[in-house]
């Protein structure tokens, strides 16, 4: 079950990445979907998969915890294919470890 601190650090990582997903680097909404949706040209069934969730980098089930650190800003799209896949997804910049 996700602590309380955690939409706090999803907020921050949120902010530290300029919006973006740490993952493939598209715009994601935190907020306001309408303001995104108006903001892109989206619909709303458009922009459901670009919400922003929080992703543990190092898994909670492998020893990640619920810390600043270990929360990056992802999109609902790669936090869901992330946990789908048999290799770990590649990250801006380098590779998860």
């Known amino acids: 079950m996700p602590t309380k601190r955690i939409p706090r650090y999803r907020s921050a990582a949120f902010a530290a990445q300029d919006g973006r997903c740490y993952y493939c680097s598209q ?3 935190h907020k306001d979907p309408e303001g995104f949706c108006a903001q892109y040209n ?5 922009v459901r998969f670009l919400q922003c969730t929080a992703e543990h980098l190092r898994a909670r089930k ?3 915890r ?5 929360i990056a800003a992802a999109c609902l799209w790669c936090n869901r294919g992330r946990h789908q896949r048999r290799k770990p997804m590649g990250v801006r910049g380098g590779s998860v470890s």
Do not use: C, K, V
């Open 27 to 29: 715009p994601m909404w």
């Open 42 to 46: 989206l619909t709303s069934g458009d």
């Open 66 to 70: 619920d810390t600043a650190e270990n």
């Open 62 to 64: 492998d020893g990640g």
